[in-house]
């Protein structure tokens, strides 16, 4: 089965800076790649989301790469807030395989004021 | 609106009681989930509903019975539990079980059993 692996599993950078985290998987039928962002008591949020016939997708300070070759993705949090602390999971899913992603094992950014 | 709604926030049980958590979607969305995560981990699929069908039951225990009444709602029945049960469970749902569409989630129910 699809295996995903999450680096690095914690993180933390000062108010300001650039924060990035990488996923790599396994299988190379998946084509869909969402990013979570989950705070403490809440459930985990879509923040951004790939397609694997897409190689980067941006949404004002956030953006999200995909390599297919090398099947690897990364988020890019630029100009780091302390609001963007939380736990963020990557995850990978395949279009046939209905209603089932693998997500990483999450990092946890802090961003220090 | 993209709000995944549950109930209750927190829950305690005692090994023998029998509970229910409750999830809630209004989005029109054919697909709903449940998940177990425990701290620190990425939430666990348990089961997966399609079109008010189970269609997916990732090997859970029967002490776990999930039900859905109807396209809007998903219940998930406690019966039994142990301590290692206690975690958070979250609902989520999607506009079809197809692979590759967004998955909304609830906030959660909080569970600890005792």
């Known amino acids: 089965g699809e295996n995903v692996e999450q680096h690095p599993s914690t993180l933390s950078v000062q108010e300001g800076d650039s924060a990035v985290i990488k996923c790599t998987y396994s299988d190379s039928a998946s084509n869909y790649f969402p990013w979570y962002k989950q705070e403490l008591g809440k459930g985990p949020q879509l923040i951004i989301d790939?397609?694997?016939?897409?190689g980067e997708k941006k949404d004002q300070r956030i953006a999200v790469t995909l390599n297919k070759t090398a099947k690897h993705f990364s988020l890019h949090i630029t100009e780091t807030q302390p609001e963007d602390s939380a736990v963020y999971f990557c995850?990978?899913?395949?279009?046939?395989?209905?209603?089932?992603?693998?997500f990483g094992d999450g990092t946890t950014l802090t961003v220090k004021p | 609106d993209t709000e995944v709604t549950q109930t209750p926030k927190h829950l305690v049980m005692g090994m023998t009681n029998k509970k229910s958590l409750k999830c809630e979607q209004h989005?029109?969305?054919?697909?709903m989930y449940w998940y177990k995560q425990k701290a620190k981990k990425p939430p666990e699929l348990m089961f997966v509903y399609s079109y008010e069908k189970l269609s997916i039951n990732e090997s859970v225990p029967s002490r776990f019975s999930p039900e859905c009444p109807n396209s809007s709602l998903l219940n998930l029945h406690l019966h039994a539990l142990q301590p290692e049960d206690s975690a958070l469970y979250l609902c989520?749902?999607?506009?079809?079980?197809?692979?590759?569409?967004?998955?909304?989630f609830g906030p959660g129910t909080r569970l600890l059993v005792l």
């Open positions: 989005m029109g969305h054919r697909a």
């Open positions: 995850a990978a899913s395949i279009g046939t395989n209905a209603g089932k992603s693998t």
């Open positions: 790939i397609r694997s016939n897409v």
């Open positions: 989520a749902s999607s506009q079809d079980p197809a692979g590759g569409k967004t998955q909304y």
